[in-house]
């Protein structure tokens, strides 16, 4: 299992989500739209879902949660996934969220009450102030919703144990790196010496990494996205770092290709 600093970093898998590929977007307009669906060529995308467990000398962190119960039984699963580590929710004693979007975030909740008994959840603060605005989520979407919903669900389950984190050193050895486009507080996590769990900078990496001007109908700013992915693919293949994310299949290294980047496997 990998390491970076202090930590293992273990990929816990909660499932696959298989949305219709029209919400498949594209800066270049319509054409590269469907550009990029014919590539894909299947009428679902397939799109991992993960969170990640990091095992250090003070205990068990995650960054993200996955979905828990709530987006049926293909998803889920991140919860057994621990368990076979050996781990309680009890024994989390931190939980970094890098947005609050229920793929990442539902999994922090038992119906109402709080899943993870003792973790304090560390939250973007600008995440935070967004989806708890009522003049942000009028100006949102109906659809693109949900986030608004789930902040109000953190603030009554665990209150008092969510601590709002800036861009800088959040834990031991973990850094917040603000990633913004996909929400206003999208929030990626450097940990150690080298490993980016960077959220979903991307979703579909076989066609975002080669085409980072191609984006998903779940990014709230397409444009500030695009630029937050071109920024996290440059700095990773430039440092070398080690990439994964929400919907990065498995670990990887980021290189240049062209006018793009290609995720190689490690
Ligand atoms: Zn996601």
Redesign the pocket.
Known sequence: MPQFGPYDAILLHDGI?EPPAEVLTHAGGEAMRQHAIAQWGKPRLS?D?NCFALKGPEGVILV?AGTGPAWGEALGHARSALHALGVAPGDVGHILL??I????ALGLFDGEAPYFPQAQILVPEAELAFFTDAAARAATPPARQGGFDIAQALLRAYGPRLRRVVEGPVLPGIAAMPLPG?TPGHTGYLVGDGLLLW??VM?MATLQAPDPDTGMA?DLDAPTAARSRRAALALAAERGWTVSG??VPGFGRVEAMGDGYRIAAT
């Not at 979007?101 to 990442?104: E, F, I, T």
Request: glycine residues 18%; charged residues 20%; negative net charge.
């Open positions: 989500f799109m879902v993200d890098t947005h979007h229920g793929d990442h996909h959220g979903d979703h779940y929400g919907h």
